[in-house]
């Protein structure tokens, strides 16, 4: 049992290296793909993720933004890779009133003076002339989870994005390698850098 055990350890460590390194046996985390002027002054070393791809090839990739905490993200690939484009999208919920039933229900209907007063007995109670039947809408809220386009590699001005979140939550960033006649494999790193704040805002 023990050897079968070691076996399966030995198994499973060779199916992670692989992983890391991909179909070409690089090991992308070792390569210098970002400038230091890129890079600024963030620290990179907690969630940043390499790996490699082909031409043609799209990624989903998630990351957690800890609230108060600077952040900066981009991506960038190999020379050989072509055109890369990446967009990063953060999660929303948007709330809309919505009717849940109507129901039918007979209500008094009172007697009233020519300028619109109710009319009294001599009991003090309002006169009852009849009943009619009207509708009654209850209501509801719908919640919706949408994620918001916030950084397109394509359209935008800067190489990066940079965020101060209110609140820790998850970030999804889509990379997008173009195709390419001959097929090329190549490195690929989503640089996640931060540094602490007292920020209160989410930047975007």
């Known amino acids: ?121 001599k009991n003090g109670q309002k006169v009852k002339i009849g009943e009619q039947t009207i509708q009654d809408t209850i209501w509801s809220r719908e919640t919706t989870s949408i994620n918001d386009l916030v950084f397109d590699s394509r359209t935008s001005d800067q190489q990066f994005w940079e965020a101060t979140p209110v609140k820790t939550q998850s970030i999804t960033i889509k990379v997008y390698v173009a195709p390419a006649a001959k097929k090329v494999d190549g490195c690929v790193g989503l640089y996640v850098g931060c540094e602490y704040s007292n920020a209160s805002q989410f930047i975007r």
């Open 1 to 121: 049992m023990k050897i079968i055990n070691r076996t399966f350890a030995v198994a499973l460590a060779s199916v992670l290296i692989m992983s890391c390194l991909g179909a070409s046996g690089q090991n992308c985390s070792k390569k210098k793909l970002a400038s230091n002027e890129l890079k600024g002054k963030f620290d990179y070393r907690g969630q940043s993720l390499f790996r490699p791809l082909n031409t043609g090839d799209s990624i989903t990739l998630n990351v957690v933004l800890y609230s108060k905490q600077n952040y900066r993200l981009f991506v960038v690939g190999e020379q050989k890779l072509g055109n890369l484009n990446y967009q990063i999208y953060v999660p929303s919920k948007k709330f809309t009133r919505v009717v849940q039933s109507v129901e039918e229900k007979k209500v008094p209907v009172y007697k009233k003076d020519p300028l619109g007063f109710y009319l009294y007995d």
